[in-house]
């Protein structure tokens, strides 16, 4: 085991956050935000960002998670420091916290059945309390248990005063002790529950900043119970308001509480949904636009306020736009490969993948990347370069492709084919001479010229379709679509 796992904390001047993940799911955008903050703010300092994978409930922790997880901040660019911590494999130092609180009197042991739990539950909460546990065997003697009755440790919880924690986002807050239960540290098997493990991996891990959810709120009162009893000091805290969507209920899959990588299967650039989740419950003046380095210069805590947050596509779709936009036309390429996964008939995209795509996609993108809002669009958008002859046509293209206009289409091909030295300049040039010459608007022309060669009646500037295609397969379909 690293040096990292001392049982004394590590001592550093320098800032220390850690994501702590379960293993459970995806990567969802609430914990994708929760890691970026966490990110931002150790860069901004010079400091570290942990990874702790906190897979203590056995039963629901899953490789497939783990390896999401893990995937999901590789593809946002959220790099970690140091090796993966499996909270799991820290099981013994656990029971080695526990154990010296039972030694110490902070805790006891306690042989409570499950029934009898139970009856204190309804009844506490009959009667509108919310300490649940009733001290059952805060003081008793362990020799009255139970035979063969395997008991949990608890934590021996002040009663009474108040547990406060000066929080960095929430400000202060203050519960009563007397509305907090003793906590149980060591579960009847001898596992630890995820309080007690929390506590003890940040401190050994010598987290300076706990930077999380407010569902995570409650747990700060009982953790910090749990640092006082050890005489450990607590990490500064920040509870950042949870995401939810537009009309203000909690996220829902319609909102978009899904996987990162679903977002990355929709066409979002990491980038971009980077630059979306910063400012997602956190500001810097009017900004909405921010590189990664602005990002890192800009953040801080005292940024985020303390309502939820609104997701909202349409915002991140427009984002995205932009940064498609202002993308570099090899990466884009590039990031068209590489999302080709995602795609129904990806699979035949990536076949038709050759030296000749490749250079007509990057002619093309200049174009294709100004009305694209996401990679499925750009995919969307650049069929023409990979459609099969004949062509499919559309219903909307197949009603331009009247009996009249195929043969407007005959009599430019015929034009065209004068065309020798092939660019979007000789071939627009070639087509006004043509609409003049026939008493026709340019538009009458470019339509049922735009349905011939791409099936379709959208797409990219017919002149820069043309340039792409090239001038052998611009002729062969419109053969195709010309009277026999």
Same mark, same amino acid.
């Given at each position: 085991? /690293?040096?990292?796992?001392?049982?004394?904390? $590590?001592?550093?001047?320098? $800032?220390?956050?850690?994501?702590?993940?379960?293993?459970?799911?995806?990567?969802?955008?609430?914990?994708?935000?929760?890691?970026?903050?966490?990110?931002?703010?150790?860069?901004?300092?010079?400091?570290?960002?942990?990874?702790?994978?906190?897979?203590?409930?056995?039963?629901?922790? %899953?490789?497939?998670?783990?390896?999401?997880?893990?995937?999901?901040?590789?593809?946002?660019?959220?790099?970690?420091?140091?090796?993966?911590?499996?909270?799991?494999?820290?099981?013994?130092?656990?029971?080695?916290?526990?154990?010296?609180? &039972?030694?110490?009197?902070?805790?006891?042991?306690?042989?409570?059945?499950?029934?009898?739990?139970?009856?204190?539950?309804?009844?506490?909460?009959?009667?509108?309390? %919310?300490? &649940?546990?009733?001290?059952?065997?805060?003081?008793?003697?362990?020799?009255?248990?139970?035979?063969?009755?395997?008991?949990?440790?608890?934590?021996?919880?002040?009663? %009474?005063?108040?547990?406060?924690?000066?929080?960095? $986002?929430?400000?202060? $807050?203050?519960?009563?002790?007397?509305?907090?239960?003793?906590? +149980?540290?060591?579960?009847?098997?001898?596992?630890?529950?995820?309080? &007690?493990? +929390?506590?003890?991996?940040?401190?050994?891990?010598?987290?300076?900043?706990?930077?999380?959810?407010?569902?995570?709120?409650?747990?700060?009162?009982? *953790?910090? *119970?749990?640092?006082?009893?050890?005489?450990?000091?607590?990490?500064?805290?920040?509870?950042?308001?949870?995401?939810?969507?537009?009309?203000?209920?909690?996220?829902?899959?319609?909102?978009?509480?899904?996987?990162?990588?679903?977002?990355?299967?929709?066409?979002?650039?990491?980038?971009?949904?980077?630059?979306?989740? +910063?400012?997602?419950?956190?500001?810097?003046?009017?900004?909405?636009?921010?590189? @990664?380095?602005?990002?890192?210069?800009?953040?801080?805590?005292?940024?985020?306020?303390?309502?939820?947050?609104?997701?909202?596509?349409?915002?991140?779709?427009?984002?995205?736009?932009?940064?498609?936009?202002?993308?570099?036309?090899?990466? &884009?390429?590039?990031?068209?490969?590489?999302?080709?996964?995602?795609?129904?008939?990806?699979?035949?995209?990536?076949?038709?993948?050759?030296? %000749? @795509?490749?250079?007509?996609?990057?002619?093309?993108?200049?174009?294709?990347?100004?009305?694209?809002?996401?990679?499925?669009?750009?995919?969307?958008?650049?069929?023409?370069?990979?459609?099969?002859? /004949?062509?499919?046509?559309?219903?909307?293209?197949?009603?331009?492709?009247?009996?009249?206009?195929?043969?407007?289409?005959?009599?430019?091909?015929?034009?065209?084919?004068?065309?020798? +030295?092939?660019?979007?300049?000789?071939?627009?040039?070639?087509?006004?001479?043509?609409?003049? *010459?026939?008493?026709?608007?340019?538009?009458?022309?470019?339509?049922?010229?735009?349905?011939?060669?791409?099936?379709?009646?959208?797409?990219?500037?017919?002149?820069?379709?043309?340039?792409?295609?090239?001038?052998?397969?611009?002729?062969?379909?419109?053969?195709? *679509?010309?009277?026999?």
């Amino acid at each position: 085991m /690293p040096p990292l796992f001392a049982t004394t904390p $590590v001592m550093t001047d320098s $800032v220390v956050t850690r994501f702590a993940p379960s293993p459970t799911g995806f990567l969802h955008i609430g914990g994708a935000r929760t890691a970026l903050f966490n990110w931002l703010y150790a860069k901004k300092r010079g400091g570290k960002m942990l990874l702790r994978i906190e897979d203590t409930d056995r039963e629901r922790s %899953t490789e497939p998670a783990i390896a999401a997880i893990l995937d999901g901040l590789r593809w946002l660019e959220l790099d970690w420091d140091g090796e993966v911590i499996y909270q799991f494999t820290r099981a013994a130092r656990h029971r080695e916290v526990a154990e010296t609180l &039972l030694a110490s009197g902070k805790a006891y042991r306690c042989y409570a059945t499950p029934e009898e739990l139970t009856a204190m539950r309804e009844k506490a909460r009959a009667e509108g309390r %919310t300490r &649940l546990y009733d001290g059952l065997w805060r003081d008793r003697d362990p020799s009255e248990a139970p035979p063969g009755m395997k008991p949990t440790i608890r934590l021996r919880a002040l009663q %009474t005063g108040e547990t406060v924690i000066e929080d960095q $986002v929430q400000g202060r $807050v203050v519960w009563q002790n007397e509305n907090l239960d003793d906590l +149980v540290l060591l579960r009847g098997d001898g596992n630890p529950t995820y309080m &007690l493990a +929390v506590v003890v991996d940040d401190h050994d891990m010598g987290v300076t900043h706990v930077i999380r959810g407010d569902d995570h709120l409650i747990n700060a009162a009982r *953790q910090k *119970q749990i640092y006082d009893a050890l005489g450990w000091g607590i990490p500064s805290m920040s509870h950042i308001p949870l995401i939810h969507g537009p009309d203000g209920s909690k996220l829902s899959k319609r909102h978009g509480a899904l996987g990162v990588d679903a977002y990355r299967a929709m066409g979002y650039l990491p980038a971009a949904l980077r630059n979306y989740l +910063v400012r997602l419950g956190w500001s810097h003046g009017d900004q909405e636009v921010f590189s @990664t380095e602005e990002m890192i210069a800009a953040f801080d805590l005292s940024g985020i306020g303390r309502s939820a947050a609104r997701f909202d596509f349409a915002k991140l779709e427009n984002l995205n736009g932009h940064y498609i936009r202002h993308s570099d036309d090899q990466s &884009l390429v590039n990031m068209f490969e590489g999302v080709l996964v995602y795609v129904p008939n990806g699979a035949d995209l990536k076949a038709k993948l050759n030296d %000749t @795509t490749r250079s007509q996609l990057l002619q093309a993108m200049p174009s294709l990347k100004e009305r694209a809002k996401t990679l499925i669009e750009l995919i969307d958008s650049a069929y023409f370069i990979f459609a099969d002859r /004949p062509l499919e046509i559309d219903p909307k293209a197949a009603a331009l492709l009247t009996a009249e206009n195929r043969a407007l289409i005959g009599r430019l091909r015929v034009a065209l084919e004068a065309v020798m +030295v092939w660019t979007a300049e000789t071939t627009e040039a070639a087509m006004r001479a043509f609409a003049d *010459q026939n008493g026709l608007k340019l538009g009458a022309v470019a339509q049922p010229l735009r349905a011939a060669l791409t099936g379709r009646t959208t797409s990219p500037g017919i002149f820069d379709v043309l340039a792409v295609l090239g001038r052998q397969e611009c002729l062969a379909r419109l053969g195709d *679509q010309s009277p026999a």
